[in-house]
């Protein structure tokens, strides 16, 4: 039987469970995921998110997150917490069929789409040799697909016309030892102006993201390795008005810097036919921090059943508009990041998050089904000289 407990939150009519205590004093996992190209208004930008993954740092001992958590264009952050995992294999991973093993350096290759201009490959080029002679990251090779990828933005199906010609290019560079794959596709031009507009002004869906997403599932999910995308786009103009969370992305030539510093440290994934090495990462997630109205990813379903404290936060509000109501529960809802911490913090110290608020509910009384012949309150009456299973089983 999983006890659970019962909180009382600020909002006398609103209650919220808090799963089952740790059953280990292993090292602290929690996963932070934020869908991208749903519109959310924390992570719905380039690295706006990693204010909180950077906080959960102080909380988790690991914190498993994805590139749209840890991408900010120029913009990124190492931590030895941090294990950054494409979002295929982070679904894979909390589903318990995948694992992954922390490395200190992976082997980068660096995938250009045919399609991309002259000009504009050369500034990706330069990047990965910025990348190298400043960082000391090992970019090891890149290589050109043999046909443009043909990348399409729509709000739904996005994606690459041309997968064979991706794949082919990121086989040739598994081929030649490179254990990482960073990708660099052409993306059109002829994106809706008024969709641009209200993005950059700090309100609107990044429909990159989405297609960016696809392109990085298909080489995780075919060659199991990990994989990043960044966008190639000409320059857009100056803008005065342009929004706090949209000037990461328009401060260079290239989003590609924050995709190679994140995957030259991102970790190993493994499918189980390896031989387990200490500090590997199985089953290891004892939280899952996710927007409240995007609870229908494959990692919460995989996980709301489970022993991991699954926490939706109200706050990051979406365009996925799947609740944890519809999943019949195995979710908590919290109002904003700051408060999902601090459940964390308890969820790790073992301290049960009901003695954090003023009142504190009494401990629950699980009364025994009453029978014939017993008493109203099912307690069982005992001749002299007899002890009844109840008496017996407490002491």
């Not at 003023?358 to 089904?369: C, Q, S």
């Amino acid at each position: 039987m999983v006890l659970q407990c019962v909180i009382a939150l600020h909002a006398p009519t609103r209650t919220y469970e808090c799963a089952a205590a740790r059953g280990s004093r292993r090292p602290y996992t929690a996963g932070l995921i934020v869908p991208t190209g749903v519109g959310a208004a924390i992570g719905g930008y380039a690295g706006d998110a990693m204010p909180v993954a950077r906080a959960l740092t102080a909380v988790a001992d690991t914190v498993v997150t994805h590139p749209n958590v840890l991408n900010g264009a120029q913009m990124y952050w190492s931590h030895d917490a941090f294990q950054y995992v494409e979002g295929f294999a982070l679904d894979e991973f909390a589903a318990g069929r995948w694992g992954l093993r922390p490395a200190s350096a992976q082997k980068v290759g660096l995938l250009l789409d045919a399609a991309i201009e002259p000009e504009l490959r050369l500034r990706h080029l330069q990047a990965a040799d910025a990348a190298r002679a400043t960082l000391g990251l090992c970019v090891a090779a890149h290589a050109t697909t043999d046909a443009p990828l043909g990348v399409e933005l729509q709000m739904s199906p996005s994606g690459a016309s041309r997968p064979d010609a991706l794949l082919a290019a990121a086989r040739r560079l598994q081929a030649a030892g490179c254990t990482a794959i960073a990708v660099v596709a052409r993306f059109p031009d002829d994106e809706d102006e008024e969709m641009l507009a209200a993005y950059r002004a700090g309100d609107g869906v990044d429909a990159i993201g989405g297609a960016e997403a696809i392109i990085s599932h298909l080489i995780t999910k075919e060659l199991r390795l990990p994989c990043a995308h960044a966008p190639a786009l000409p320059a857009l103009g100056l803008e005065p008005g342009l929004a706090p969370r949209a000037c990461a992305e328009e401060l260079g030539h290239t989003f590609l810097p924050c995709v190679l510093a994140n995957l030259a440290r991102a970790p190993s994934l493994l499918d189980g036919s390896e031989r387990p090495l200490p500090g590997d990462l199985r089953d290891s997630l004892d939280a899952l921090v996710v927007p409240a109205d995007a609870c229908g990813g494959a990692a919460v379903l995989a996980l709301a059943a489970s022993d991991t404290l699954v926490v939706g936060v109200e706050e990051n509000t979406c365009a996925m508009a799947v609740s944890p109501e519809r999943l019949g529960g195995g979710v908590v809802r919290v109002r904003s990041y700051m408060e999902a911490i601090g459940l964390l913090a308890a969820h790790k110290a073992g301290v049960n998050p009901a003695c954090l608020t003023p009142t504190v509910a009494p401990i629950a009384d699980l009364e025994v089904p009453a029978e014939p012949g017993h008493g109203r309150s099912g307690r069982v009456s005992e001749e002299p000289g007899e002890r009844s299973e109840l008496g017996a089983a407490a002491n």
